[in-house]
């Protein structure tokens, strides 16, 4: 029972989901300062998280289903791949390709009914923003094919996500949500980013054009991970700018040493992709290192930490400086 748990867990791909809880949490924090419904901001948070490991799901359904028509695949060679777990469980044969369905469709059904809920609470624009989000679910695994990838997840996690927890918890479309969005939104696709550029050799074997491959290596794609992270820190100028929240919002830059020490440590993968990062107190957390260890992931995983873990980090902060704002 733990095992086929262990299973699920990870083929929802849980240990991604503190991005959806933390951009979360900047947004609710801020409805809620204006007087929202809490109860509500909770329960869209449930939606998204099950939205978001649906669109896991089924994106690595498709993978798969692409995977095994490639001419020369072979399951023990995959396997013996120690760095890509993608579609590993299935690969392997711990799961089956209707459980995959069937798991999506349980994920989904569970973050439709909760709109459908919100649509009768709250009125027609919450069909806008779940007919967006829908698109972005059933549609992800496609773009991410033709370099839209990251895109995709800038609008879901940025407008969307924002603009629908203020209208569903205010009943008021605000333009200033979606101007709060700006940070962590780019510190989420930052996230998607790194792990396109550690797959960069696999997309280019696979046929996965993304924004990191069109580069000639892996190092020249790292000039857009500077503008990711130099746009993630400039961006909170803009909520003090159309008087959004006050200097306080700059407690996120006490997480820039934490993105130096990333993109360096990006740095030594391009050019070595097996070296495997000095593990400091401020990577952390970093679970399941046991099994990444077995399975020699750790060059992989641990940057994925590293990388989660900032945003974490620069979206407590941006937090704690939105609610130092109001008193």
Known sequence: MLNKVSTILECSRVFSLPMTIFSWIVVFIYSALYSGNIKYGILALIAISFAHMGTNVLDDYFDYKLLIKQIDFDKKEYLKNTQKTKCRY???????????????????????????????????????????????????????????????????????????????????????AFVLSLPTMFMTVVLLYIHTVMDYDYDLKEGHKTIANTFDSQFDSLIVLKILLCCAYISPIMLCIFDIADWQVFLSYITIPLAMDLYKSMYDYSIDNSSVPEKKWFHYPMENMQNIKKLNAESFMIRMYQSRNLMIYFSLFLTLGIILSTI
């Open 90 to 176: 299935l690969v392997s044969g711990m799961m089956k390709e209707s459980d995959l369905i069937i798991l999506a469709l349980i994920y989904l059904c569970i973050s439709g009914l909760i709109g459908i809920f919100f649509y009768l609470k709250c009125g027609t624009p919450v069909l806008y923003f779940a007919f967006m989000g829908g698109l972005a679910v059933c549609l992800y695994s496609l773009l991410s094919r033709i370099r839209l990838s990251e895109i995709t997840v800038a609008l879901a996690y940025g407008p969307l996500l924002f603009g629908g927890i203020y209208y569903v918890m205010t009943k008021t479309v605000s333009w200033e």
